[in-house]
């Protein structure tokens, strides 16, 4: 079955404290994203892989890192989170072109 | 740069209504156009897509028709149900470009 898995669904943490929100595919595909929604905002991009060892910005990429050491994995890293991070994190993986977009199920982040 | 508009909403309906959810967009080139669903506590799926002008597409009783001359990509349904109440958003993928744009979504609320 395909899958993009983010890892944890939920999260309570303190200003500073740093974490990473890991998302993982099986589906072999080049492009992973990361994006976070927030109300009246819609969904806004923060970083992208076109491949391994490859990331670019997004729309909305300060206050956060990237890496893509191997195709499958495509962790965000928060190195110092601030309140206005709080949000709902959605990894995707996409085919690219006229393709589909495939959403992990998403992580709730609140930073305190 | 690209762009995609939609009704905010919320948008309330009775069981068996009819729905439209209007959508339009600003591309440079010739964009491929797509509807994502949103159910409650999950990440986002494709619900349909069109790829080129007067195309249109169609899921689970759900249409829209790629209107180049208007910029528009309107969702319809005829008749709505409960397990339709969600969250809609209108996107974009242009193919000059590596990226989905999101429209806001439109919170859809479906009572019986």
């Known amino acids: 079955e395909a899958q993009v898995t983010q890892n944890p669904r939920y999260l309570i943490t303190v200003t500073g404290k740093k974490l990473t929100v890991t998302c993982s595919q099986n589906?072999?595909?080049?492009?992973m994203s990361w994006y976070r929604q927030d109300p009246g905002l819609g969904l806004r991009q923060i970083y992208y892989?076109?491949?391994?060892?490859?990331?670019d910005k997004g729309d909305v990429p300060e206050g956060y890192k990237v890496s893509r050491k191997e195709k499958r994995n495509f962790p965000l890293i928060l190195e110092s989170p601030s309140p206005n991070q709080t949000s709902l994190y959605f990894c995707?993986?996409?085919?690219?072109?006229?393709?589909?977009?495939?959403f992990g199920e998403g992580s709730r982040l609140t930073v305190l | 740069g690209d762009s995609v508009t939609q009704m905010e909403g919320p948008v309330t309906l009775s069981e068996e209504a009819f729905l439209t959810i209007n959508c339009t967009y600003t591309?440079?080139?010739?964009?491929?156009l797509f509807w994502y669903v949103q159910y409650p506590g999950e990440g986002l799926q494709l619900l349909l897509k069109?790829?080129?002008?007067?195309d249109k597409g169609s899921n689970k009783g759900f249409e829209a028709t790629y209107r180049k001359e208007t910029t528009s990509f309107h969702l319809e349904k005829g008749s709505v149900q409960v397990s339709d109440s969600a969250v809609y958003f209108c996107?974009?993928?242009?193919?000059?470009?590596?990226?989905?744009?999101f429209g806001p979504g439109t919170s859809l609320s479906v009572i019986p």
């Open positions: 995707a993986t996409w085919t690219g072109g006229t393709g589909e977009l495939f």
């Open positions: 589906m072999n595909h080049e492009y």
């Open positions: 892989s076109m491949n391994v060892e490859v990331t």
């Open positions: 591309a440079t080139g010739y964009p491929s």
């Open positions: 069109a790829t080129k002008a007067d």
């Open positions: 996107a974009l993928s242009d193919q000059g470009y590596d990226k989905v744009i």
